[in-house]
């Protein structure tokens, strides 16, 4: 499947200055509190023109409290605010609180920041003891073009394939999945050369694209989909906020006779005969719990003898059966029937890729029915 976003404009908008569009996330950050998570914030900073050794922030985050993975909300950086090629960035992150203190720093230049995120690779942070601090992961890098009113900025007059410099001769390649600059509709770019296609090719990946636009993508995906990104590349790391903390899954009603030939003692060593309810979807997480909740009678009279349970399925095999020790047997009249599986192994066991079944025995005999209305499932998940 393929999802397309589009941003309408009812009136033609000025372009922005040139400008560095950057994420960052912190990975396994130290934690520098006592009674509870650290409140961290990332500071951005390069040196002073004077030659005094000291740094001048540029950007400031947001904090994010009693986290040790934040993701801050993307900078975007005018690109004369930025240091010459050989120079450094700081980037350093603080826990915020009475008297904030640092929970570790890297210096980086631009151009191995942007290779840190096109290899997805972390970058290390530490302390001023140079103890480990955690990572910072560049989840986004974009150098966005904009230009004068008339569309003659740098992309306009030197096609896509132009690139651009930085002050001290850094070199980079424009973004076409730029967000930042915004084109009237009287703008108009020569057709894209072979460099453009090749650079496309190779860059043209989802973590590229701005945070706003990859959290309504993530709104539409299945949690399948998201998993698949997770394993696919650390950049993805955030969008496990779009996993699901609970699964429903819904059983049809139905009233079920004992069949003709069936008689007592025809199933197992208990006297009942097991037979497959349905099977709910492929899970792709683990389990905390199960809650089942649903209405249920047998005939009204005689032997009571329906059940109801859970069996966990792997590969088409039963692994685990929850029938022995959450035995209940179906009522003469309408009731509730809600169970909480916890602690056994249908729940400890489940992981991607397994199933649960849900099994019924109607009862031997003769004359037994087994009527359920409203089978609710719920499952809280664990957390991948």
Request: proline residues 6%; hydrophobic residues 30%.
């Amino acid at each position: 499947d393929i999802i397309a976003v589009a941003v309408v404009y009812s009136e033609p908008v000025k372009m922005q200055k040139s400008s560095l569009a950057l994420g960052l996330n912190g990975r396994k950050l130290t934690d520098k509190d006592i009674f509870s998570k650290s409140d961290p914030y990332v500071v951005i900073s390069r040196r002073r023109r004077v030659e005094d050794g000291g740094w001048t922030p540029i950007r400031i985050s947001e904090t994010i409290k009693d986290n040790l993975n934040p993701r801050w909300s993307e900078f975007l950086i005018d690109l004369t605010e930025l240091p010459d090629a050989n120079e450094d960035l700081k980037i350093e992150v603080f826990d915020d609180g009475w008297k904030d203190t640092s929970i570790g720093v890297v210096h980086i230049t631009i151009s191995k920041l942007e290779q840190a995120h096109k290899t997805r690779t972390p970058l290390p942070i530490t302390d001023k003891k140079m103890k480990n601090g955690g990572e910072i992961l560049v989840r986004s890098f974009r150098m966005d073009f904009g230009g004068s009113e008339n569309g003659s900025g740098p992309i306009a007059s030197q096609g896509m394939s132009g690139g651009f410099t930085l002050p001290g001769g850094y070199n980079g390649t424009p973004n076409v999945h730029s967000s930042q600059t915004v084109c009237p509709p009287q703008t108009t770019f020569p057709p894209p050369t072979d460099a453009d296609s090749h650079w496309i090719e190779e860059h043209g990946d989802l973590c590229n694209l701005p945070d706003l636009v990859l959290d309504i993508i993530a709104e539409y995906l299945e949690p399948k989909d998201i998993l698949q990104l997770l394993d696919s590349c650390p950049c993805f790391e955030d969008f496990r906020r779009f996993l699901p903390k609970y699964q429903e899954i819904n059983g049809e009603d139905f009233r079920k006779e004992q069949h003709p030939n069936q008689r007592d003692g025809d199933g197992d060593c208990d006297g009942i005969n097991p037979e497959k309810y349905f099977d709910g979807p492929e899970m792709n997480q683990g389990a905390k719990s199960i809650k089942l909740n649903f209405r249920w009678k047998d005939q009204g009279w005689g032997h009571r003898k329906g059940q109801v349970w859970i069996q966990l399925i792997r590969n088409e095999e039963v692994l685990a059966d929850s029938r022995k020790q959450f035995h209940e047997l179906a009522p003469h009249e309408y009731r509730e029937r809600e169970v909480v599986i916890k602690e056994h192994p249908v729940v400890d066991l489940l992981k991607r890729g397994d199933k649960l079944r849900f099994m019924l025995s109607v009862g031997g005999g003769g004359g037994h029915y087994l009527t359920v209305r409203n089978f609710k499932v719920l499952v809280e998940l664990k957390k991948y």
